[in-house]
């Protein structure tokens, strides 16, 4: 009898902690959905806005370079107006900035806090920066390549179109609209711009990722 009592406690032991068993699995399970959707939607939409895969690190100090094209971007009050940067080879320390117009000037950092900090300006050395029309006069920082032909290794810089508007790409020629968050405004579907983050404060211009 004391043999048959074990062998029937036996029995109901194991159908318990399968019971057990299924239930943990089930509610793991759950709690492993719930977690993934948590750190999901804790995700800003922001998070996802700016570009991370390239370093991105610029400071520009309009107190002390005043007068400049990339200073004359900045007014969100006379929206529409933007401006590439970028650092020839050699010259890391020597900023060049363009207008549409094709106007370029060179802007030396020379300043001992210039020079304590990185200047990296994304995927291929360059950004074109400037006030949107719309968005009340909204501030973006793009990067100077084509994001699409990014995808097949070609880091072919952007070419102004449209007054300086648009940038258009002269290998896939799709072209993207500067003032309405760099969407494509012709050519195939595809990316928009890889977009910085980028504030000003009426004196210094930081972007970044």
């Known amino acids: 009898m004391e043999v048959q009592k074990n062998i029937k406690d036996r029995i109901k032991w ?4 399968k019971k057990r068993y299924q239930l943990l699995s089930f509610y793991g399970r759950r709690l492993w959905v719930c977690l993934f959707c948590f750190i999901l939607f804790s995700c800003g939409s922001d998070d996802f806005e700016y570009e991370k895969k390239y ?21 969100s009050v006379s929206p529409g107006l933007f401006c590439m940067v970028w650092q020839d080879a050699g ?32 995927a291929n050395n360059g950004l074109v ?8 006069g ?6 100077r390549i084509c994001p699409n032909c990014e995808e097949t290794g070609l ?5 102004w179109e449209n ?3 648009w940038l258009k790409c002269p ?9 309405n968050n760099g969407f494509i405004v012709k050519g195939e579907s595809g990316k928009k711009l890889m977009r910085y983050r980028a504030s000003y404060d009426g004196s210094v211009l930081l972007v970044g990722n």
Do not use: W
């Not at 194991?14 to 902690?17: D, E, Q, T, V």
């Not at 880091?155 to 070419?159: S, T, V």
């Open 55 to 75: 370093a991105c690190y610029f400071t520009f100090d309009c107190g002390i370079h005043q007068g400049t094209a990339l200073q004359n971007c900045l007014n």
């Open 14 to 17: 194991f159908f318990h902690s």
């Open 155 to 159: 880091f072919k810089a952007l070419q």
């Open 91 to 122: 010259l890391t320390r020597h900023i060049q900035m363009q207008l549409y117009n094709g106007k370029t000037e060179d802007v030396a950092l020379t300043t001992e806090m210039e020079n304590r900090r990185p200047c990296e300006l994304g």
């Open 171 to 179: 290998k896939c020629e799709r072209v993207y609209d500067l003032n």
């Open 163 to 165: 007054n300086g508007l």
């Open 129 to 136: 920066i400037g006030c949107s029309t719309l968005y009340n």
């Open 138 to 143: 909204q501030l973006y920082a793009f990067d």
